[in-house]
């Protein structure tokens, strides 16, 4: 088994297709998962060299399902992304 089956039987689906695992820390009474929302944009912003991603939001944290016998959290961030243009033209004024 690879291990990206393994983590879509564990993990919601959404979460192995749309972010990366940046890290993780087990200790006796739970599991803590890091997760970046991966660098892909929208499918029409795809091919528009304005739209830029400039930094991550905050981390959201959500419990998930124990897994074996740990409180689960998962702490996801989620990618900015800025259209260059608009930026551009805020500046000039």
Known sequence: MKPDQLLRAILPEVLIDNFDIERYEKSETRFDIWLDEKK?????????????????????????????????????????WLDWRQFAGKNEQ
């Open 40 to 80: 892909e944009q929208l499918r029409e912003d795809k091919y528009n060299k304005d739209i830029i991603s400039y930094g991550f939001g905050d981390y959201r944290t959500i419990q998930d399902y124990p897994i074996r016998g740990r409180a689960t959290y998962l702490h996801v961030r989620k990618r900015k």
